[in-house]
């Protein structure tokens, strides 16, 4: 059984770029939910998907966008960086959202 | 709305005492709690959860945390500190009026004294 991965593990971006990361789901999950954690900072809920559908979202503009493929992996995307998007951004699959969540090591980025 | 507090940014404890992080909830209904535990550059590891029956659960690496619905409190304990613990600790709660996503409180960072 695989765990949850993320790719890239750390990314550097400037201002005003675009960005996507990536995440591929563990074995068996149809659910992944992105976070955003600031430094010092919990978790904080971006979006969820489920079976390619977005089934949830939290506080974030629009610029914060998302994909889920139909093997359940998901792609997240931020348009017009801003420093304040600087934060580690984790990723974490489940079972239909009702049970425990698998989270991967997440993805530090830094925007200049 | 659900939310969680965590009232303590930093506990120390020395090696082979108790530990006790600390955490109040508020939701409506019934909640679904958990803890988690972040080291250094690394994502979040599940250590227990709570979703209903017994009020003491026990979870990873020794871990166990008390529900007290009258106190809303879910504090997660060990009996015997290990160095190894020191790390970040989360305590979450499930959004079960929405898409089941967790709101997690602001950390406690463990440092458990050799």
Redesign the interface.
């Known amino acids: 059984e695989t765990g949850v991965t993320q790719s890239p593990t750390h990314l550097i971006k400037t201002r005003g770029q675009q960005v996507t990361l990536r995440c591929s789901s563990q074995s068996g999950h149809n659910t992944v939910s992105w976070y955003q954690q600031a430094l010092g900072q919990g978790p904080q809920f971006i979006f969820q998907y489920y079976r390619e559908e977005e089934n949830g979202r939290g506080n974030f503009p629009p610029r914060f966008s998302g994909l889920q493929f139909p093997n359940y992996s998901s792609e997240l995307n931020v348009n017009a960086l801003e420093l304040d998007d600087s934060a580690l951004y984790l990723c974490a699959s489940s079972l239909d959202g009702t049970r425990g969540y698998t989270f991967g090591s997440g993805t530090r980025l830094t925007v200049v | 709305a659900q939310s969680v507090a965590q009232p303590e940014d930093q506990v120390n404890v020395a090696e082979g005492n108790p530990l006790t992080v600390k955490c109040t909830y508020s939701v409506s209904g019934n909640p679904y709690l958990?803890w988690?535990v972040q080291y250094p550059?690394?994502?979040?590891?599940?250590l227990l959860?709570y979703i209903t029956g017994d009020n003491l659960v026990k979870g990873s690496y020794g871990f166990e945390a008390e529900f007290n619905k009258s106190q809303t409190s879910f504090h997660l304990k060990k009996p015997s500190a290990l160095v190894s613990d020191s790390a970040l600790y989360?305590c979450?709660v499930r959004?079960i009026a929405?898409?089941?996503?967790?709101?997690?409180?602001?950390?406690t960072r463990l440092t458990v004294i050799p």
């Not at chain 2, 550059?41 to 599940?46: A, M, T």
């Not at chain 2, 929405?98 to 950390?107: I, R, V, Y």
């Open positions: 958990f988690y550059n690394r994502g979040l590891q599940f959860k989360f979450a959004d929405g898409a089941n996503n967790l709101f997690f409180g602001t950390g």
